[in-house]
């Protein structure tokens, strides 16, 4: 199957439930809470919100957009692995984040990484956020159908202010 920006989420999440639950994904980072997944994980860990976003969860900024996502065990190091990794398992396997459903090791984890990066990161509403991610572009970063940045601001004369910094917001 093709994924492009325009798979509805369901055919996404389809592709991405075939996780062999290795741990390799979250020994080397966390995905971000997107939608209900707040809720969820609070619920399935009996704490409140409050209590998950203050012992569990930090912030972190891609695309000038900012969400949540569990933190990270780092080390010391840039990079590290997730809080709720625990004996090479997630904890929270159940429910754990829409990202971390999406995206795996399997054989289209990387179109599923763009297609979340497209959806939930990129905004066409901020001139920032659309500059960032051509920034990623121009440095090799690969993208999908629906993700070319004419694409994604159909509008020529907007897309090359953004580009030009002429429109800030």
Known sequence: MKITKQTPPSEILDLGHNCKQCGHCCSLGSGFLVGDDIKKIARFMKITEKELAEKYLDEKELFNTRLSRPKLITQGKPYGRCIFLKDKRCSIHQVKPFQCRVGNCNENGEELSI???????????????????????????????????????????????????????
């Not at 090799?140 to 629906?146: D, N, P, R, V």
Request: a negative charge.
């Open 115 to 169: 297609w979340f990066t497209l959806n939930f990161l990129v905004n066409t509403e901020d001139p920032e956020s659309v500059r960032q991610y051509a920034a990623y572009l121009k440095s090799g970063g690969k993208t999908i159908e629906g993700g070319k940045l004419e694409e994604l601001i159909p509008d020529k004369e907007k897309l090359k202010k953004i580009l030009s910094f002429e429109e800030f917001k």
